[in-house]
């Protein structure tokens, strides 16, 4: 049981390049999140799914996209990267606890720089 | 706008002493408060908090919560270097999605 896991560790981009994160967990949680987190901002929500084929924005979603095309993975992608987007993004995984969404369990966490 | 704040932003102690981190909140649907413990990597979860005055406990480590003031306390006892991390506190919110504010995080460090 791995958890959380997250793809790949670190990356640098050029400015204008495009790539996607890839988050996977084996828990079965239904609910899926991506967040990032830059000193002194805490954690922010970007995008968040609460099943399979379902995405929606959440606090700072601009510059980015997510796909959910089966349950145990959640993809974030930037198409055109700026230097703005400079930050560790973590994935984040919960299961339904007495009549809502729980405890989130978090992925290990993706360095980007964008130059 | 929901709002979290811990306080303080940094502390530093030495090893064997107790500490007390504060969270406050105004959130508007509250569910829950959550306690993580942060070292560099992943957020990893300590407590959960629901109900007020009701303790939770891991070992060292305490934690509750006040419904009516709104705010959470998470405590360690006998403090060690590998207690040193950031401690964020989270609340959950009753939207559907399970919206967590986190606050800016107390940055703990304890000296041998």
């Known amino acids: 049981n791995a958890g959380v896991t997250q793809t790949p560790k670190f990356r640098v981009l050029k400015t204008g390049q495009s790539m996607t994160l890839l988050c996977a967990q084996d828990m079965n949680h239904e609910y899926m999140y991506w967040y990032r987190q830059d000193p002194g901002m805490g954690l922010r929500l970007i995008h968040y799914s609460v099943g399979e084929g379902t995405t929606a924005k959440g606090e700072v979603p601009d510059g980015y996209n997510v796909s959910r095309l089966k349950k145990q993975n959640f993809l974030l992608g930037l198409e055109s990267a700026a230097p703005s987007q400079t930050s560790v993004y973590f994935c984040?995984?919960?299961?339904?606890?007495?009549?809502?969404?729980?405890?989130?369990?978090f992925g290990p966490g993706t360095r980007l720089t964008v130059t | 706008e929901d709002k979290v704040v811990q306080s303080p932003l940094s502390l530093v102690v030495h090893e064997g002493d107790t500490v007390t981190l504060n969270c406050s909140y105004e959130?508007?649907?509250?569910?829950?408060l959550l306690w993580y413990k942060q070292e560099k990597k992943a957020p990893t979860f300590l407590f959960m908090l629901t109900s007020s005055g009701i303790e939770k406990k891991s070992g060292r480590l305490s934690s509750i919560l006040d419904k009516k003031e709104l705010f959470s306390i998470l405590n360690i006892t006998a403090t060690q270097t590998g207690d040193s991390a950031v401690y964020l506190c989270a609340t959950l919110g009753g939207t559907s999605y399970g919206k967590l504010t986190f606050g800016q995080g107390t940055i703990l460090t304890v000296h041998p």
């Open positions: 959130v508007t649907n509250f569910r829950s």
């Open positions: 984040a995984s919960s299961t339904w606890a007495a009549g809502g969404p729980g405890e989130q369990y």
